[in-house]
C-alpha cells in the first residue's frame, strides 16, 4: 500500500545513519509521542544502528537524571518488546540547551560534527515562539546545511500573519525541501488507506463526486477534555488545534482529484486546490455554518468530570472553545453544492474519528421505503479507535414481505493484514523525515491556503460578544450542531 509514500517498510530496509535532534525532549509531546515512536522504530529494527537521538531540554539535568526520567515517564507505557528499551537508550545522549545562548549549541554542532552522520533531523518540539531563534542558532553553529532537515510542531503561529512570520524566519535558513510540517493525522495508517481505497480501485471513483454525493461528514472527537495542556490549550481552542491541520487534511484527501503520480509535490498539489477551492465562510455567514462549543459538567467513561472553565489552567471566563462544527462547501465540478459537515470536539461521547460519505437516494424508489431516506447508501471510513471501512447498503427483509432491510459490508483493515506490524502516525512520520520524504508533510502554501480559510471565522467569534455553546461533558456537542445539519434535512451518523 502506498510504498513510495510512506515508511512502513520491513525492518530491514532501516533507515541512514541520522542525528535526532529533539528540542523539546522533557516536554509532554517528547515523552508521550517522539520518543514512544523512536522506540517501535528502534524496536522494529527500522533505526540504522549508529542513529543517535539528541534530547535537548532548556533544564540543567545528567544524562543519568534523563534517562531515569524516561524510565519513570515513557518506559511504563510502552506496549511490549520492553527488552529493547536498554539499547534504545543506549543511542539518547542529553544535552542542555537554552534557545538564547550560544554555548549549548556550540556544543552541539561539536558532537554532531565528530561523528558527521549523513542525515542530522533538528526536530522542534518547542513553543513556535522559539522556531527562529533556533533555526537562526543552527544556521550559526553551521547545523542548517544540506544534510539537515527541520521538523516543524504545530501550532505553526495561531493566524495567517503569524505562521508566515515564522515561516519567514525559517525560510531564511533552511530550503523549503528541508522543512517538514509536522500534522500527524497525515501519518495514519487509515487515512493513507484514503488514498488507497480512492485510487486503487475502480469502484468508488466514478460515484465519488456531487451526481451520487449527497454530504459528506469528517468528524474527530475525543473522550479526553483538555488534561493537563490547559495553559497551551486556553489561548488555542479547537479551530486552531484541530480544524486549521487535521480536519482540513482530511477533507483534502476525501475530495482531491487523483494525483498524476505519488510524487510529494503530486500530492500536495492536488491538497492545495482543494483548500483553494473551499468556499470562504464571510463573516456574516459564521454565526449560521459554524457552531462553537466549550464543555461543562458531565460524564467520562461513567465517573464526573469537570466542565472546561474548571480545568487546571483555565480562566473561569474562558471563551476558548472546546468543539466545532462547520458546514464547508467546495466551489468546483466535482464538489458543488455538496455539503462538507466538518465536527471535532473534546469531552464528546466517545472516541471516534470517521469520515462518511452519504450517497444519493435512488432516483425513483421501487420498494416501499418505512426507513426513510436517510438510511440509503453510506460509506464510513472508520480511522479511530478501530480501522474499519463500512458500506451500508440496503437489502431484502427476510420473508413474505418486499420491505427493505439496512446491512452492510465490513472491512476491518487490522485482520486484513494481520501479521503486518501496525507502524504508528509518529513513528511513520519520524522515519520519513530520516528517509527525506516529504509526501506526508504539508508544504508552506498548503498552511497559508488552510490558515487563511480559517482566519474569517476566528475574525468573526473575536468581534462576537455571543460565548461559545455551552454542552455537557460527555455528549455530541451542542444541540446547535445537530441543528447545522437538520436545516438541510440531514443528521450526524451516529444519530440516525
Ligand atoms: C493534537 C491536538 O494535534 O491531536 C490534541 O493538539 C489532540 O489536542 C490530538 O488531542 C488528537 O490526536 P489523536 O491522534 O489522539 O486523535
Redesign the pocket.
Known sequence: MMDSLSAAAPAAAHAPEFDFVLFGATGDLARRKLLPALFDAHAAGALHPRGRILALGSQPLSHDAYVAMLNDEVLPALAGNASAWQGFLERIVYLQVDANADAGFDALAELINARAAPVVVCYLATAPHLFATICAQLARVGLAGERSRVVLE??LGHDLASSEAINAEVARHFAEDRIYRI???LG?ESVQNLMAMRFGNVLFEPLWRREWVRQVQIT?A?E?G?ER?GGF?DG?GALR??VQ??LLQLLCMVAMEPPTSLSEDAIRDEKLKILKALRPIRTEDVAEKVVRGQYCRGAAGGNPVPGYASEPGIAPDSRTETFVAIRAEIANWRWAGVPFYLRTG?RMQS?V?EIVIHFHDVPYPLFPHPLGTMAGNRLVITL?PEESIRLYFLTKQPGDTQALLPASLDLQLTSAAPRVRRVG?YERLLLDVIRGRLGLFVRRDEQVQAWRWVATILKAWENTTAPPKPYTAGTWGPAASSALLSRDGQAWHEEM
Do not use: G, S, T
Request: overall charge positive; hydrophobic content about 30%; proline content about 5%.
Open positions: 504545530k501550532p500534522d500527524h493525522y495514519k474527530i475525543e479526553l483538555v495542556r490549550y488555542i488545534d484541530m491541520n487535521h473534546k472516541r474519528a479511530q502516525a
